[in-house]
């Protein structure tokens, strides 16, 4: 958990609030381990120096807020006792005391945690304040709300957290909760969905993105004849397809602009932007080149045209990349030599013939180093199209050489230094998690998404980011996989003054400043077995104290 840096003026007025409060008596108080019950002490700890919920609870204050008819709630239940547990920990009497009470109630509120074994702390933490927010909630009958506004970004994210307080109010709501923007973009159709959504804690993954991710390389060739290197971030599950996708939206491409091809040894591989091939399936030694198309209206079809250099002594030799172009169906010899002349320029090449194989043909379809000229006037080209099918290709001979130049975008530099970054790293920093939080993420198959607008589930690209800051941040750190098992990566985080700005979505009037004020640890390789402890700063005093059931140790 993380405390916003408050402004001197709040800061003044909240210590003169605690001047005359029981939080000036709190000590370090220890509790008990009723059997198993790390997990339920590891957060309990670090509650108990949340100044405004501990004031609200000593002090009586809640009572006003009890909501007996929620059917979400307990009528009161949980709150009573969490409110007797803080007094029993801040009377100043006990080293320690037992939980057993509100064990018990917790229990008997969310069944998950009935039985004697070992749980998660986090889940644990979610169903205390989940279960206080329904018995304090403010709201004594909750309205039906929509959540179809419309207009500019900001007006709509106020929207919606209106909606969220005429259904929820209460000082866990006041405390601990925010808003994130969530992005979601269609991999086919680019069809953009942006929601509001509250939060009550963030999961960062602590995984580095290495491990699940890979940058890909793309060459794009323009109408102009200019190549561009771009630098792409994709899933290691991803298909050719979404890399297509992905390619297309950094080059501001729509997909149906652009095309995306499999070079090998320089012959073009087709339908490589529509595969569901996955990336990590490209042989080394393919390259991804992606073409952008000329804007037609009449029907047309996908020319590639294989490249070579008239040599002295062994004829025409492959030179250069191949490209593809889209042509009309009708289109005639001399309207094509005009148009590849957007390319190439006029009069430093020929066209010939090519056989399905990209080389140099006559007109039977065999290989030949003197193959059929395409000479305006002396072939019908539409026949010739017709006969290669499919995928029809034809040869550029230039006369004299023509240089590849290749211009790399910003994104190449970009996945460089990512991946220099990830992959000789031992430890990561919780602003490596939270700058992994907010990059865009492909969906998973099992996590698809429905686009209104292709009709269909795809698997699409998320992007969240904060929106609205709580007072108070929840930070938990995903370390556990589906299987159990435990990711150790250590993460190492500041005392003070974490920044949040860079990681949400509009910048705000000034930083966004959080200090740490307690960290729960489980010990252990695996979710299953192992033990929970909290190192907690007093709220009274700002040192710290390591939490161990019913041990309590201070920290220098």
């Given amino acids: 958990a993380l405390q916003l840096t408050p402004d001197a003026q709040h800061l003044r007025r909240l210590l003169l609030s605690l001047q005359h409060s029981p939080l000036r008596r709190l000590l370090p108080c220890g509790l008990h381990n009723l059997g198993n019950t790390c997990f339920l002490n590891s ?22 807020d009890i909501n007996p008819h929620n059917p979400l709630g307990h009528k009161g239940v949980l709150a009573h006792h969490f409110a007797k547990l803080c007094r029993l920990v801040c009377s100043g009497r006990y080293a320690a005391v037992a939980p057993t009470e509100f064990r018990l109630v917790l229990a008997s509120c969310c069944p998950l ?25 403010r709201v004594r009958t909750k309205p039906m709300v929509t959540m179809d506004a419309v207009g500019p970004e900001a007006q709509v994210a106020s929207d919606c957290w209106h909606q969220h307080l005429r ?22 159709c680019d069809k953009v969905s942006v929601t509001f959504d509250p939060i009550l804690e963030v999961a960062l993954p602590v995984e580095t993105p290495y491990d699940t991710n890979l940058s890909v390389m793309c060459l794009l060739r323009s109408i ?13 599950l991803s298909s050719l397809a979404d890399v297509h996708s992905t390619l297309a939206h950094a080059a ?3 997909r149906q602009h652009m095309v995306l091809r499999e070079v090998v040894h320089g012959r073009v591989c087709a339908g490589a932007g529509s595969s569901n091939k996955r990336v990590t399936a490209v042989p080394a030694s393919a390259a991804l080149v992606a073409y952008q198309l000329n804007p037609v209206e009449v029907p047309s079809v996908l020319l590639t045209v294989a490249q070579f250099l008239q040599t002295e002594g062994e004829g025409p030799q492959r030179h250069s990349l191949p490209f593809v172009t889209n042509v009309p169906l009708d289109v005639t010899v001399e309207a094509l030599y005009q148009h590849l002349t957007g390319y190439v320029p006029q009069g430093l090449f020929t066209l010939a013939l090519c056989n399905e194989e990209a080389q140099l043909c006559d007109c039977s379809g065999r290989t030949s180093s003197t193959p059929t000229p395409l000479e305006p006037g002396c072939v019908d080209f539409g026949f010739v199209l017709h006969r290669m099918g499919s995928n029809p290709i034809i040869g550029m001979i230039h006369t004299t050489s023509v240089p590849m130049e290749v211009v790399d975008d910003v994104s190449v530099g970009n996945c460089q230094a990512w991946e220099a970054q990830w992959k000789c790293k031992d430890a990561m920093t919780v602003q490596d998690c939270l700058q992994a939080f907010v990059e865009e993420e492909q969906l998973g198959d099992q996590d698809t998404w429905y686009c209104s607008q292709c009709q269909e589930h795809r698997s699409a690209f998320k992007q969240l980011k904060f929106f609205r800051l709580p007072r108070w941040l929840i930070l938990h750190l995903k370390r556990f996989h589906s299987n159990g098992q435990k990711l150790q990566t250590p993460v190492i985080h500041p005392l003070k003054q974490l920044d949040l700005t860079p990681f949400m979505a509009t910048p705000p009037p000034t930083r966004a400043l959080y200090d740490l004020m307690a960290i729960t640890d489980h010990h252990g390789a695996s979710l299953h077995y192992g033990h929970y402890t909290s190192t907690v700063k007093q709220a009274n005093t700002g040192e710290w104290h390591l939490f161990d059931d019913e041990t309590v140790r201070p920290l220098s």
């Avoid at 909760?177 to 269609?186: A, F, H, P």
């Fill in 43 to 64: 957060v309990l700890q670090p509650l108990f120096q949340v100044a405004p919920l501990m004031a609200y609870f000593l002090t009586g204050a809640y009572e006003q």
């Fill in 224 to 236: 102009s004849g200019h190549w561009v290197r771009y630098g792409c971030k994709v899933s290691k």
């Fill in 167 to 188: 259904r929820n109010q209460s000082v866990v709501v006041d405390t601990f909760q925010g808003q994130l923007r969530s992005t979601i973009r269609c991999n086919r």
């Fill in 113 to 137: 945690l009935a039985d004697a074994g070992q749980h998660d702390a986090q889940e644990t933490l979610m169903a205390i304040l989940d279960g206080l927010h329904e018995d304090l909630n």
């Fill in 252 to 254: 501001s491409l729509g």
